[in-house]
């Protein structure tokens, strides 16, 4: 008699982290015959006045009034085409998130890769409260978070609600953000996965390599269009990176590369 299906969660920040990261694992997960599910905390149209950063944002990615509407329907598309479920948590982007009185919280875009910012605190307890209620309600038998390599507030947010909720209470995989894991990206901070293992305070990280097919995390990406001319430029940029990716690791296809933390001590 086989095991019975595992259920996998996937934390991502924005709706497309987990997939650029690991469709290749997802797709050969429920290949397999187990649930994965793909939780996004970032989700949500902005309401209110724009602040001055996200109303720059709004003006080079040219998708109207909502552009986080198309990225929901492209989501659908990619967790279809991964046999997977897509959760969207409904929570808004750093660079449209206010403080207490009304002023922004990220000013401009060096802010957002310098750390949570303590008016966002109230933002990232929120976090960690949806996440324990999507744990409560999905049950998973393993939770993947992001490493936070490219220290966005949003990747934070995201850990430490993993860190809050998950570590030592649940069996916890981390993942590489794709591209951030290359070291070149944001260009004006670039860290490399063992630095961001370090920074966001993951102890005794133990690695795993995945191997995974290559074709499946170009196709899993490419059903993104909003984000591959801001990102990589064109279809041909993407998998130019893709394939750089697979060459980090020696793989001939693919492949993906999780860590396991270490659990805190009991006091």
């Not at 966001?200 to 170009?218: H, K, N, T, Y």
Request: contains cysteine.
């Amino acid at each position: 008699m086989g095991k019975a299906p595992a259920c996998h969660l996937f934390l991502s920040p924005h709706l497309d982290d987990a997939p650029f990261s690991c469709a290749g694992l997802i797709r050969k997960l429920t290949s397999g015959g187990d649930e994965v599910i793909i939780s996004t905390l970032i989700t949500a149209d902005a309401t209110g006045a724009l602040t001055p950063l996200a109303s720059r944002f709004h003006g080079v990615w040219n998708r109207g009034d909502r552009p986080y509407a198309i990225r929901r329907e492209e989501d659908l598309r990619v967790a279809d085409f991964l046999g997977a479920r897509c959760r969207h948590e409904g929570f808004l982007d750093a660079i449209y998130r206010k403080d207490d009185i009304a002023e922004p919280i990220y000013s401009d875009i060096p802010e957002l890769f310098a750390g949570l910012k303590p008016a966002d605190q109230k933002h990232v307890e929120a976090a960690a409260a949806r996440l324990g209620q999507i744990i409560s309600e999905e049950r998973p038998d393993i939770v993947y978070a992001p490493i936070g390599i490219g220290r966005h507030a949003d990747h934070l947010m995201v850990v430490a609600a993993a860190k809050d909720v998950c570590l030592g209470r649940l069996p916890l995989r981390l993942y590489e953000e794709f591209p951030y894991l290359l070291g070149e990206f944001p260009a004006e901070h670039p860290i490399t996965v063992e630095l961001g293992l370090e920074l966001s305070g993951w102890q005794g990280a133990v690695p795993e390599f995945i191997d995974v097919e290559l074709a499946v995390r170009i196709e899993a990406a490419r059903l993104y269009p909003s984000q591959i001319s801001e990102i990589f430029g064109n279809n041909a940029g993407l998998v130019e990176t893709m394939q750089r990716h697979a060459e980090r690791y020696e793989a001939r296809s693919g492949s993906e590369r999780l860590w396991t933390p270490e659990a805190p001590s009991s006091p």
